[in-house]
């Protein structure tokens, strides 16, 4: 089992900066893909990026490309996500989430691959 806890949201300016961390316990994150998604009001969960702890492999959707840029400290547990030049667009609910992983397999994208969830934090970014 891997507990995550989500931290660092808040309320930022356009154009400012926030990072989020996802502590984990339980288990080593190096042995997972850990991914962020994130919800707003009255639209679906969305995936944002994944990185593969061990490798440092990450996949990005395409509208925080060049904005967002995730990382992870094996000896803390933890994967950070550095999100900057910040939109009201990026307002939602942010979620680290949870999927062991091993080389060679195809990293997950979609919500439903993974096992484990955050509790969540909120982004709220005003214009």
């Known amino acids: 089992q891997v507990q995550l806890v989500e931290s660092g949201g808040g309320l930022v300016q356009a154009g400012g900066s926030l990072r989020l961390s996802c502590a984990g316990s339980?288990?080593?994150?190096?042995?997972?893909?850990v991914g962020w998604f994130r919800q707003a009001p009255g639209k679906e969960r969305e995936f944002v990026v994944v990185?593969?702890?061990?490798?440092?492999?990450?996949y990005y959707t395409d509208s925080v490309k060049g904005r967002f840029t995730i990382s992870s400290d094996n000896a803390k547990n933890t994967v950070y996500l550095q999100m900057n030049s910040l939109k009201p667009e990026d307002t939602a609910e942010y979620y680290c989430?949870?999927?062991?992983?091993?080389?060679?397999?195809?990293?997950?994208?979609?919500?439903?691959?993974?096992?484990?969830w955050g509790q969540g934090t909120q982004v709220t970014v005003s214009s």
């Open positions: 989430a949870a999927r062991a992983y091993y080389s060679g397999r195809t990293l997950p994208l979609n919500s439903f691959e993974y096992d484990y």
């Open positions: 339980g288990r080593a994150l190096s042995n997972y893909a």
């Open positions: 990185i593969t702890v061990s490798g440092g492999t990450t």
